[in-house]
C-alpha cells in the first residue's frame, strides 16, 4: 500500500479524494456539535481542497433535515 490510497485496489481512494471526505467529515462534526462559527472556516478549507458546493450543500441539508446526532426534529407552531 505505498500509494497513498485507503481501502483495496478496487475501491481505492486517492490522497486527494481521502482529504476531500475529511473536509466535509468535519463539517459535518461542527453541524451536529452545533459549532457554527467554525463551519465557514471549513466550508473554505473544503472548496480549496476541490469540494464542489454541492458535495458541501448536500452534508448541510442532511443537518437542516435532521439527519445528525446535534438536533433533534421537533414542530414549530407559528402564531
Same mark, same amino acid.
Given at each position: 500500500?505505498?500509494?497513498?490510497? =485507503?481501502?483495496?485496489?478496487?475501491?481505492?481512494? $486517492?490522497?486527494? #479524494?481521502? =482529504?476531500?471526505?475529511?473536509a466535509l467529515v468535519y463539517?459535518?462534526?461542527?453541524? +451536529? +456539535?452545533?459549532?457554527?462559527?467554525?463551519?465557514?472556516?471549513?466550508?473554505?478549507t473544503a472548496k480549496n481542497l $476541490?469540494?464542489?458546493?454541492?458535495?458541501?450543500? +448536500?452534508?448541510? +441539508?442532511?443537518?437542516?433535515? $435532521?439527519?445528525?446526532? $446535534?438536533? #433533534?426534529?421537533?414542530?414549530?407552531?407559528?402564531?
Open positions: 500500500m505505498g500509494n497513498n490510497v =485507503l481501502i483495496n485496489d478496487d475501491q481505492a481512494l $486517492g490522497t486527494d #479524494q481521502v =482529504l476531500k471526505l475529511t463539517l459535518n462534526d461542527a453541524l +451536529a +456539535a452545533q459549532e457554527y462559527e467554525t463551519c465557514r472556516e471549513l466550508i473554505d $476541490g469540494v464542489s458546493q454541492g458535495e458541501i450543500s +448536500a452534508v448541510i +441539508a442532511d443537518y437542516l433535515n $435532521g439527519n445528525n446526532l $446535534g438536533r #433533534q426534529r421537533q414542530n414549530r407552531i407559528r402564531s
